[in-house]
């Protein structure tokens, strides 16, 4: 079983920049992918980005601006946010998997309880 534990949300400007970390605990050793979910009000929870075997991807709405990556020593996932806009304001949820290269919410097998990301226009 895996424990994560999401941080690092808050209130930011457009433009602005914030980096939410992961924090994974308990038996984390068949977790291969990694991955960031938001979800706005009103709207079903979204893929953003996964880490996984060392390769990254990402959604086109965030690709360039959304940095993931992963601290083993640490056992943290972070993903940084830069040129933040109000389309971005949501939950960001953190999952593991213990599948490959997945993007699907049903693939994850653990999930952090949400940080809230709000950006102002």
């Known amino acids: 079983q895996v424990q994560l534990v999401e941080s690092g949300g808050g209130l930011v400007q457009a433009g602005g920049s914030l980096r939410l970390s992961c924090a994974a605990s308990?038996?984390?050793?068949?977790?291969?992918?990694m991955g960031w979910f938001r979800q706005a009000p009103g709207k079903e929870r979204e893929f953003i980005a996964y880490?996984?075997?060392?390769?990254?991807y990402y959604v086109d709405s965030v690709k360039g601006r959304f940095t993931i990556s992963r601290d083993n020593a640490k056992n943290t996932l972070y993903l940084q946010m830069n040129s933040l806009k109000p389309e971005d304001t949501a939950v960001y949820y953190c999952?593991?998997?213990?599948?490959?290269?997945?993007?699907?919410?049903?693939?994850?097998?653990?999930w952090g309880q949400g940080t809230q990301v709000t950006v102002s226009s």
């Open positions: 999952a593991a998997s213990s599948f490959y290269y997945v993007r699907s919410t049903a693939s994850y097998n653990y």
């Open positions: 308990g038996r984390t050793a068949n977790t291969i992918t």
């Open positions: 880490i996984s075997l060392g390769t990254t």
